[in-house]
């Protein structure tokens, strides 16, 4: 069997046992903002589990892509030292929510292994709960008699371990219990079985664990009360699984790695299976390549912040294992395009952002090689300064710097360092180490939490129906109040109230797009000005505002009426993004893909992936293209479709984002074509006209534009030409006239710049017939102008200093520049033939101390300043005494 054929088969085992086949949640989890990224099968299922959620079944399962690499769970510097570790894979789950229970989970699973995948049952063995007095639980003996029920496994066979093996929590609080895992015996048929000896698992490869949860624990250290309805969470990992069903001891040597390791092993020109830190690098590229587009394709670019920048390292921790094989040119996005051509039949995401993840990790890697180029740069000073103070180790504080910042693990710093004859200080890079990983330790991500309460109300009242599609006034059922956090039977004048309805105009936040503003009144006189409309589970509506008259309770009928002029606006800018979106594709390239996007009523904000700065005549090509599919004034089509459908016909969805089997497709103007949920102009004309305020960068490979269209490109038009009017009165021009007028008063400035350049010059080089290289002194033998001057430009003395170095023809110059009691400008230089003897920089060093400044610079050049001008004099005096002494050596 192929790997792929292993995935399908658990799906349809257990699709024929009544589970619905649910398609893998993104790596980037959904509303839960305690996890890095989704680390198992059941983190989609969180909030059923829980019962915040309810879904229309009962039974599901999956195939779900995980990444480990950050938070509690990190096997990052483990990949490629071991057959087994990975940062990427895929996690096989059935899941029973409230359904059945321990006794068909045992069943079907040993049936799926046995008679679907054949494994020998020789060499099978499982484990389950021994139990644990602090938790005050027995031996799980009802999992013990139906392992032995089913499978007729004997007594050694069944294993009971403690809490540490065998004990499950989804965290200090919630749903838990005891599990049951599943272990195969890679050297053939044992001659024993393993016990409680951790020694005696040499050999066992656990592939499966079925987790049965049967007790929640409702206060952290609290007792444990029994669910009354239990559920199933399995997990079983598609890389173990098949690395047992193709007989092969390492997960690498599966079909799911083979062809990735031949790409990289091709492309620096070596063969895996050799042995030793080749293949080592090569397993560390095939695994960080699947993780890096499956992370892009959901969504994560590499950057500084906490998912973007644990990428990042997981990224560059392959290009350096590229370069230690000896490949020289940008590879990864040829090992990722592999990836890509051997999983998007499973993920099709990964096709449908290849050319996305084509560009990231091309930039990327040369950005990092630039980086590690640098980061030798820097470690080779770091030997130049060691050598010469006769020191032999390389700081903790450098060693974690090169680390940090150019991607150089402590191994590799150590390595060179040794080459060199230093060595390096590993308790204080440990202790640098400890320190960071303090401050960035993955405290949640910045993902909104969603209430307790508004889980519990989708979970029990459903969605609500939206009809602002089709209009901004209408009519719905008060099905529940929030009030201060707690739910409500009314709430009355001066009350802060979440308000959710059977129906509903107002357009809840989402896709980019604000939510709806407006009012609501009812028959008996309340009235509650919206604020908000959010969707914080689910499809649940829940509008936002204060009771300003009457008060509102629970089943009264409310008519509600959105603030239609803003609503018109929004609409406007949210069609305009979809044009947008388009010419930026067409202008730039394939590779565009939206990022993210506000869609508000006085303006629109639009980011996506590129990767260096738009050109004025591309802003203006992108604006060009909107406005002619404006001006065309198409109508739009919006139309709701199965998803292969829509995908067919072109249409571009939301990058990382998760679609249902039916999609709501949107047409703007001739050729852009989209999903969206959001509320769109009925002609592209009604845009009016698209005008774009600023283009920036806000993420490395994540470009922003800002724009303003219809009322409120009028407005933004408005504010220009009151800006011009008023700049015109103070130049005394006409506003088309201001800026020819500017270009004549910079002229005029330059001009005056220059002259008070020429009178600047002139008073530093000597004022009131003073001539200052008339001062030139004889020290031991070499010239010396130590000076002061009422000139503290710094370009000015540097002119002055140079001037006066070529007077001087051979010696050493020093140029003190008074600006204030407390501002002393320096400059020091000395002339080629003396920067053996005399070093400009170690002169300024020893001037600008005695003023209480600093500076520094090259042997024959040298600037800095002071903060104290009274000690002018003594400055002077102890350049001459450093020449003394420097002339005598």
């Known amino acids: 069997m192929k790997a792929s054929d292993v995935r399908a088969s658990f799906l349809d085992f257990f699709a024929k046992h009544g589970h619905q ?23 989609q299922f969180k909030d059923v589990f829980t019962g915040a959620e309810t879904r229309a079944y009962k039974r599901a399962t999956t195939s779900q892509k ?9 096997d990052l510097e483990e990949v490629g030292k071991t057959p087994r570790h990975h940062t990427f894979f895929e996690m096989l789950g059935n899941f029973s929510f409230g359904d059945y229970f321990k006794e068909d989970a045992i069943a079907w699973a040993w049936d799926l292994i046995t008679n679907v995948w054949q494994m020998d049952q020789r060499r099978l063995c499982v484990t389950v709960f021994g139990g644990d007095a602090e938790l005050g639980l027995g031996p799980d003996d009802e999992a013990r008699a139906i392992w032995k029920k089913v499978t007729g496994l004997a007594d050694e066979r069944i294993i009971g371990l403690g809490k540490k093996d065998n004990f499950w929590a989804m965290g200090d609080t919630g749903p838990q219990g005891p599990c049951s895992e599943i272990h195969f015996f890679n050297d053939g048929v044992p001659s024993a079985w393993p016990t409680t000896d951790p020694s005696s698992w040499v050999g066992w490869l656990e592939f499966w664990n079925l987790v049965f949860m049967q ?16 559920s199933i969470d399995t997990g079983a990992g598609l890389e173990r699984v098949t690395s047992i069903i193709q007989g092969v001891r390492s997960n690498y040597d599966t079909d799911l790695f083979t062809g990735i390791l031949a790409e990289a092993a091709d492309i620096a020109g070596v063969r895996y299976g050799a042995g030793g830190d080749a293949d080592t690098s090569l397993r560390v590229i095939a695994d960080h390549a699947r993780a890096s587009a499956f992370l892009i394709a959901d969504g994560v670019l590499p950057d500084k912040t906490q998912r973007e920048y644990t990428l990042r390292r997981i990224f560059r921790r392959a290009v350096r294992h590229g370069k230690l094989l000896g490949i020289t040119e940008p590879f990864m996005h040829r090992v990722c395009a592999r990836v890509i051509a051997e999983m998007s039949a499973q993920f099709p995401e990964l096709a449908e952002r290849a050319a996305t993840i084509a560009d990231v990790t091309l930039e990327e890697e040369k950005r990092f090689r630039a980086t590690l180029d640098r980061g030798l740069d820097l470690l080779e000073q770091e030997f130049t300064a060691l050598g010469g103070k006769g020191g032999k180790v390389v700081p903790g504080k450098t060693v974690f710097t090169l680390y940090d910042t150019f991607g150089f693990p402590e191994d590799l710093t150590q390595l060179i360092a040794e080459e060199r004859g230093f060595g390096v200080d590993k308790a204080g890079f440990d202790a640098a180490m400890a320190e960071a990983r303090e401050k960035s330790a993955f405290k949640g991500s910045d993902q909104e939490a969603v209430d307790t309460i508004y889980k519990q109300l989708a979970s029990e009242l459903g969605g609500t129906k939206f009809t602002g599609y089709d209009g901004t006034e209408g009519d719905g059922a008060v099905r529940a109040l929030v009030v201060g956090g707690a739910r409500a039977s009314r709430a009355t004048v001066g009350d802060k109230v979440g308000i959710v309805l059977d129906t509903t105009p107002f357009y809840a936040e989402s896709g980019g797009q604000t939510g709806d503003t407006g ?26 505002g204060e009771v300003t008259a009457g008060a509102i309770a629970v089943g009264d009928a409310a008519h509600q009426v959105v603030d239609a002029a803003r609503r018109t606006r929004i609409r406007a800018n949210h069609s305009a ?13 394939g590779h565009v893909a939206q990022k993210g996007s506000l869609v508000a009523p006085e303006r629109l904000r639009f980011d996506f992936t590129h990767f260096s700065p738009m050109t004025d005549e591309q802003i203006r090509s992108v604006e060009d293209q909107v406005n002619a599919e404006v001006w065309r004034n198409a109508d739009s089509v919006i139309e709701v479709l199965p998803i292969e459908q829509a995908k067919q016909r072109g249409a571009v969805a939301m990058f990382g984002e998760k679609y249902g089997e039916s999609v709501r497709v949107v047409r703007i103007g001739h050729d852009s074509l989209e999903f969206c949920g959001g509320t769109h102009v009925r002609r592209a004309g009604d845009i009016g006209v698209f005008k774009i305020l600023a283009e920036s960068g806000v993420a490395q490979g994540v470009r922003r534009i800002e724009a303003v269209t219809a009322a409120g490109a009028v407005d933004y038009l408005r504010r220009l ?37 020429k009178l600047k010059a002139k008073l530093a080089s000597g004022a009131g017939g003073r001539d200052l290289a008339s001062e030139v002194v004889t020290v031991n033998g070499v010239k010396l102008l130590a000076a002061s001057t009422e000139v503290d430009d710094v370009k000015v003395l540097r002119e002055t200093g140079d001037a006066l170095r070529d007077k001087l023809g051979s010696g050493v110059l020093l140029l003190a520049g008074v600006g204030g009691p407390d501002k002393v400008a320096l400059i020091a ?11 400009a920089g170690k002169l300024l060093g020893v001037v600008a101390e005695v003023l209480g400044g600093r500076g520094g610079g090259k042997p024959d050049m040298a600037q800095g300043g002071g903060k104290d001008a009274h000690k002018v004099p003594d400055a002077l005096a102890a350049a001459r005494r450093w020449v003394e002494e420097q002339a005598k050596v």
């Not at 007790?215 to 239990?230: F, N, S, T």
């Not at 959010?534 to 649940?540: E, H, I, R, S, T």
């Not at 230089?829 to 070093?839: E, I, N, S």
């Open 577 to 589: 993004t979809h044009l947008l979106h388009l010419a930026l594709k067409r202008t730039l390239g």
């Open 721 to 757: 030409e009151d800006e011009l009017g008023r700049a015109g009165e103070r130049l005394k021009a006409q506003p088309l006239e201001v800026a020819g007028r500017v270009d004549k008063l910079l002229a005029e400035a330059r001009g005056l710049e220059k002259e008070l350049d």
């Open 21 to 43: 086949i649910v398609a893998s949640s993104s790596l980037v989890p959904a509303n839960d903002p305690t996890l890095l990224f989704t680390n198992a099968g059941m983190n």
């Open 519 to 544: 009012e609501l009144t009812t028959a008996s006189g309340a009235r509650v000005r919206i604020d908000d409309t959010k969707k914080p589970a689910g499809d649940l509506f829940v509008l936002t």
């Open 829 to 839: 230089m000395v002339t080629k033939d003396l920067t053996g003897r005399f070093h």
């Open 215 to 230: 007790y929640e624990c409702k206060v952290a250290k609290g007792p444990l009360e029994r669910l009354p309805a239990p």
């Open 66 to 74: 995980c990444v480990r690499a950050g938070g509690k769970h990190n």
